[in-house]
């Protein structure tokens, strides 16, 4: 811009009101400032990149913490399992057990699918605060389940672990895709450890925290008040997602997803023959994978339980082997994260469906020989366990983050995710009736034979993602949905995203005061 002779070069500038609207004015500085505090663009512009950064980090850090919860719900039943079993003998039978297992799973499969909707045609922060309330209004529910009967106290914590399911499964594809997105904006080099550490770390966490705090309510309350036990252990996982619900409620939408959603008549047919066999390895692997481990951490305690029996120790003894077991398991999630990018994510899984062939065959064909020795039977169960960690645990969810474009990635990160919950369903309900039909060591031997189908499925199926920009892969799916005569709207006004940055920045500071009429600067 060229200025008139004795003018100084009109600027655009960005008018921060009092009221905290914004606005952009060109002008020379006169004007009606009476209310207002005028602004360079550039002041403002630093300000939401500064505000986004923070957002960033923020929604990773709360991702991580939020999905420590979830990992705690899911494995809250191991230890309550082998309670309710000793308080309600005769209510709570097999048949009982694997219901109210099963309705955190069905939950969990109608929250990720709809929750992954969601993501996609709302907003990530939309979602993840969704999430948040109904799990602490399931975890109320269930803290507090009542009937006139024990039976009838099953039933109420049968639906309030429902609505828990509803929103753990919704956390998945909610908190996976914006901590993705956001590690992606922060630290893209580091985007594929850094997720790991915050996603599957935290959910396998979960195991290990619940049953420390099982442990530790337990040695307060005495064996003879299990009822306050299992009550105070439910009531705990309703402080775990309240205490990051305020940084959730003020994290800003990513960047990618401004630029690349798709709100209106979003092209899922197209989007189907784009990914379909990516969907095929993320569902089907994750399934398999679903279909081991959590059946295996669920009935893990009674497992154990049924072992230590023979030896005549309590349900305490029963809850230090089980911290043991969560433990041994832990390290395959730090090995995954320090590979994932030398190794690479698709090998990586391969390795740890491989780890299910290996243990799963040695504790099956050696069961009988190998649970009389309790220590060797952790030992290799928790081995088995961590390399599920090490390989489709930690892989999965950062393969269906990376594998899709962002105006779909929820719906598909949700979808795969479904699948797997529904491979867990599955395998929960098979669990007692192969025990009882085929014998206990065939839980194993079938562990063995999910790996060998896991591993085809990622080598035939599985893209070979390297963790290059996730814009990346935005503007390829973009280039095809173009190609093929789509003509939708990409992207999403940025309106309520630049208040949300106003709204928390404070217009006065050292070189910016605002009075009672206002200062122009």
Not at 343 to 355: A, D, P, Q
Request: aromatic share 10%; glycine share 12%; net charge neutral.
């Amino acid at each position: 811009m060229t200025a008139e002779p004795g003018q100084a070069e009109k600027s655009p500038v960005a008018v921060l009101t009092q009221g905290g609207s914004n606005s952009l004015k060109g002008g020379d500085g006169d004007g009606d400032g009476d209310a207002a505090a005028v602004v360079p663009v550039g002041v403002a512009d630093g300000r939401i990149k500064k505000r986004q950064s923070l957002s960033d980090v923020f929604t990773i850090i709360a991702a991580g913490a939020a999905l420590i919860s979830d990992g705690y719900q899911n494995n809250l039943m191991t230890m309550s399992n082998v309670l309710f079993k000793k308080e309600y003998p005769a209510q709570y039978t097999s048949v009982v057990s694997t219901r109210v297992s099963n309705s955190l799973l069905v939950g969990a499969i109608l929250g990720q699918v709809t929750i992954g909707l969601t993501c996609d045609y709302l907003g990530r922060k939309t979602a993840i605060i969704l999430t948040t309330m109904l799990i602490v209004v399931g975890g109320i529910l269930a803290t507090a389940a009542h009937g006139t009967t024990i039976d009838g106290m099953f039933w109420m914590l049968l639906v309030a672990r429902g609505i828990v399911g509803f929103g753990v499964g919704g956390e998945y594809p909610a908190a996976s895709t914006s901590a993705s997105e956001a590690a992606n904006e922060r630290v893209l080099d580091k985007r594929g450890p850094i997720f790991i550490l915050v996603t599957n770390l935290p959910l396998s966490f979960g195991g290990p925290l619940a049953v420390s705090i099982f442990l530790i309510v337990l040695s307060a309350a005495g064996e003879n008040h299990l009822s306050t036990v299992w009550r105070v252990c439910f009531g705990i996982g309703i402080l775990l997602p309240l205490s990051v619900f305020y940084f959730r409620i003020k994290m800003l939408t990513s960047k990618l997803y401004r630029k690349s959603a798709i709100r209106r008549h979003v092209p899922y047919g197209l989007a189907l023959r784009y990914y379909w066999k990516t969907l095929i390895g993320t569902c089907g692997a994750w399934f398999l994978y679903d279909f081991v481990t959590f059946p295996n951490g669920v009935f893990s305690g009674t497992i154990i339980s049924s072992v230590v029996d023979t030896h005549g120790d309590t349900l305490r003894s029963t809850a230090e082997w089980q911290l043991l077991l969560g433990a041994i398991a832990l390290p395959g999630v730090f090995f995954g994260a320090i590979l994932c990018d030398r190794v690479g994510r698709k090998n990586i899984m391969m390795l740890g469906f491989s780890g299910y062939l290996v243990f799963g065959l040695i504790i099956g064909c050696a069961y009988d020989k190998i649970t009389k020795i309790i220590p060797l039977f952790v030992v290799f169960y928790g081995l088995m366990q961590s390399s599920g960690n090490f390989g489709p645990g930690d892989m999965l969810g950062l393969l269906s983050s990376e594998s899709y474009a962002t105006s779909v990635r929820g719906t598909f990160y949700g979808l795969s995710a479904a699948l797997g919950k529904t491979g867990a369903a599955v395998g929960t309900q098979a669990f007692t009736p192969i025990q009882n039909n085929l014998g206990k060591r065939w839980t194993f031997i079938i562990a063995a034979i999910c790996g060998v189908v896991g591993v085809l499925v990622t080598y035939f199926f599985v893209p070979n993602v390297t963790g290059e920009d996730l814009a990346v892969q935005d503007e390829k799916f973009k280039a095809y949905l173009l190609e093929h005569g789509w003509d939708g709207e990409m992207g999403v006004n940025d309106e309520k995203h630049v208040a949300a940055v106003e709204e928390d920045e404070e217009v006065a500071s050292s070189s910016l005061h605002v009075g009672e009429k206002g200062v122009r600067v």
